[in-house]
Every structure is written in C-alpha cells, then in structure tokens.
C-alpha cells in the first residue's frame, strides 16, 4: 500500500462521519500541534547542544593557531614550572591559592582568553578547552583547572587537577568521563608541547575528600574531577593519570574526530527540521482536506 492511499484512509477515516468532523478534526490538529511542538522542542535542545559543542571546538582551533605565534614557549612552561615548584613547597598544600600567588597563576600560560590549553580523552570523545580557574561562568565554556592544583607540565612532584561539568543540558563536557577504565589514556595540551598521563586510579569521594588530590613527592599526576552520579553533586569522581609521554601525541585525530560529530549532530538537526516540515505539511493536507469537505 503506497503513501498516497494511507493518505486517502486516513482522511476518509476522520472526514467519512459528518456530525463528528468538527470534533475530531480539533483532536487531529491538537495531535498534529503537540507533535510538532514536541519535535520543535527537541530541535532547540539539539541546535544548543550543537551551538555549545561548535564553540568549544573552535577555543581548541583558535588556541592552537595561537599557539603557534607564540615565539617564546619554552620561557612561558619555564615560568610555569617555577609556580608548581613553588606549590609544592608549601606544606600542606592548600585546596584554594593563597592570595599573593592569585597574579602570578593568572599570568602563566594565558595566551587566549584565559586558556591553559586543551585535553584529550580520545577513547570517549572528550575534547575540551582548559581555563584558570574552576568558578562556574569558567566551566559553563570548557574544564576548569583548580587554581591550587600544579600546571599539567613537565616536572616532579606535580598534581594537577582538572574540573568539569557532567550533566549539562546543553552540552556533553565531562558527561562520558563515568565510561573511562584503568589504563586508558589521556593527553593535556599546552602551548606547542602534550603531555599524555595514563589512569592508574578511579574512585568516587565526597567533595571534601582531596587527600588523593594533593601532591605527592616524585610523582607527575593529573586528576579528571566531575560530579557522580550523574545529575547528582553528592559525590566526586576522580580520574587520576601518571605522566608517561610528553612527546607528540596525534592532535590531529583528536580534532578530525572531534569535527566528524560535530557534522553528525548537524545532520541529525536536519533530519529533525525535515521531519517537523513532514508533519506540518501532512497536518495541513489532512486538516485542510477535511474542512474543505465539511464546506
């Protein structure tokens, strides 16, 4: 049975009964508006979702292009290294930065709009811009860096520790963080330079459980925070990953992977528009059909 003869049952079916048209043809129009009203719906979540995840990816794009004019990177991770030495003499360390470190962390590795650089976890699709800071205006447009945690560079007795958001509505951010499993890797990018860290640890604590947050003597660690279980802040989920490469891991997989879904969310935008205009155009004929046959 082809489109056109369902076409004709169905508007035989609410147009056949005279005394009842009017009101069922208000019942089919109200069925038609909340369908399309609900697919509307969906569609204004998936434009965000999509707007949200563009704009991440482009802070990635332009941090890399600015990175590449910068003449003097190897002085900026000296610097930088300099503020994690300093951290990790204080003792113990402290879970926010003391005052008069405030301007010297703002000041390092700041080369585009407050970004430290970007992070990777290739295997469940993460990529993110990093920024100072940790406050919420921060991690509504990427991760956050926890200001008293180390720089994610080169040296020991570093611990840094990157925050982000999980259950967002409008965007994935840390949201696939919960799939990661020992072993897997995951690769932070500054300036020119990657560093990769593979996990050795996963545990869920209450927000004010940091011990295995803290710096430990030797050791070059980042930790991966976001809230669990997911829609919930009662509890913490920790990544934590030991530096093992700092050479050239494959950004640009990172970032094709990255644009192929962004073309997958926008072809699933254009489905949803071509199958609103589907159902308002049927809407139309049904609805139409039936009044022109009750004149």
């Keep these: 049975m082809n489109s056109r003869k369902i076409l004709l049952q169905w508007e035989r079916f609410h147009c056949g009964n005279r005394e009842e048209n009017t009101k069922q043809r208000i019942i089919l129009l109200s069925a038609f508006l909340f369908l399309i009203i609900g697919l509307s719906l969906i569609l204004i979540y998936s434009i965000t979702f999509c ?37 990790s003499n204080i003792e ?25 650089g970007y992070i990777s976890v290739p295997d469940e699709g993460i990529l993110l811009p990093i920024y100072h800071g940790a406050d919420e205006k921060t991690m509504q447009n990427g991760a956050g860096h926890v200001e008293g945690s180390s ?15 999980r259950a967002l509505p409008s965007a994935r951010m840390f949201c696939d ?14 300036l020119n330079s990657s560093f990769t860290y593979q996990v050795y640890g996963i545990e869920t604590v209450l927000p004010n459980e940091i011990q295995s947050l803290l710096i430990k003597e030797g050791k070059n660690r980042c930790s991966l925070v976001t809230c669990t279980p997911y829609g919930s802040e009662s509890h913490r989920l920790l990544i934590h990953g030991e530096l093992i490469d700092t050479a050239g891991s494959d950004r640009d997989s990172a970032l094709k992977a990255a644009e192929t879904r962004l073309w997958i969310y926008r072809a699933v935008i254009a489905v949803e528009i071509i199958l609103i205009v589907t159902v308002a155009i049927l809407a139309y004929k049904v609805i139409f059909k039936c009044e022109n046959d009750k004149g």
Excluded at 51 to 80: C, F, G, R, S
Excluded at 156 to 162: G, K
């Design 51 to 87: 707007h949200n995840e563009t704009k991440q990816y482009q802070a990635v794009k332009e941090y890399i292009a600015a990175a590449e004019k910068v003449p003097n990177t190897a002085d900026m991770l000296k610097e930088a290294e300099s503020f994690n030495s300093g951290l």
């Design 151 to 165: 720089f994610p560079i080169n040296g020991s007795s570093v611990h840094s520790v990157i925050i982000g958001h």
């Design 177 to 190: 963080l919960g799939r990661v499993e020992k072993g897997e890797r995951f690769t932070v990018y500054v």
């Design 92 to 116: 113990p360390m402290p879970t926010y930065l003391p005052r008069e470190l405030l301007p010297e962390y703002s000041s390092c590795l700041d080369i585009l709009n407050g970004m430290i």
